[in-house]
């Protein structure tokens, strides 16, 4: 039994209200489940892995935690406006944040920006 909960937990990203089931591709916020096309969910998959990865600690660095680059190409600009659309509606605090010159930063409202 332990072991099926600490599965289920390496299987789900959390961000605050945002959470990414890895093994059943559902993406929810507030308890609300999101319909994502396929980059934009690689994409929330990729931002919500780099957070975790970055751990509690901020590291000294030019780009802040879990930030990916900026897009150098208008079709990942349209997956981002996509996906900030998805997960960020007027109703809610934003998670989705733009860093200028330094790219995207997914982080939970009460998270100062690097």
Same mark, same amino acid.
Request: include cysteine.
């Given at each position: 039994?332990?072991?099926?909960?600490?599965?289920?937990?390496?299987?789900?990203?959390?961000?605050?209200?945002?959470?990414?089931?890895?093994?059943?591709?559902?993406?929810?916020?507030?308890?609300?489940?999101?319909?994502?096309?396929?980059?934009?969910?690689?994409?929330?998959?990729?931002?919500?892995?780099?957070?975790?990865?970055?751990?509690?600690?901020?590291?000294?660095?030019?780009?802040?935690?879990?930030?990916?680059? /900026? #897009?150098?190409?208008?079709?990942? !600009?349209?997956?981002?406006?996509? %996906?900030? $659309?998805?997960?960020? &509606?007027?109703?809610? /605090? #934003?998670?989705?944040?733009?860093? !200028?010159?330094?790219?995207?930063? %997914?982080? $939970?409202?009460?998270? &100062?920006?690097?």
């Amino acid at each position: 039994m332990r072991r099926a909960k600490s599965g289920e937990r390496l299987n789900r990203l959390q961000v605050a209200d945002l959470a990414f089931d890895l093994g059943t591709r559902v993406v929810q916020r507030a308890g609300r489940t999101l319909a994502l096309p396929m980059l934009p969910m690689r994409i929330l998959e990729l931002l919500m892995k780099a957070l975790a990865q970055c751990g509690v600690a901020a590291r000294k660095s030019s780009r802040p935690p879990g930030a990916i680059p /900026p #897009p150098d190409s208008d079709s990942l !600009r349209v997956h981002m406006h996509t %996906l900030r $659309a998805a997960i960020d &509606p007027p109703d809610l /605090p #934003p998670l989705l944040h733009t860093v !200028r010159g330094v790219g995207y930063q %997914l982080k $939970a409202p009460d998270v &100062p920006t690097a």
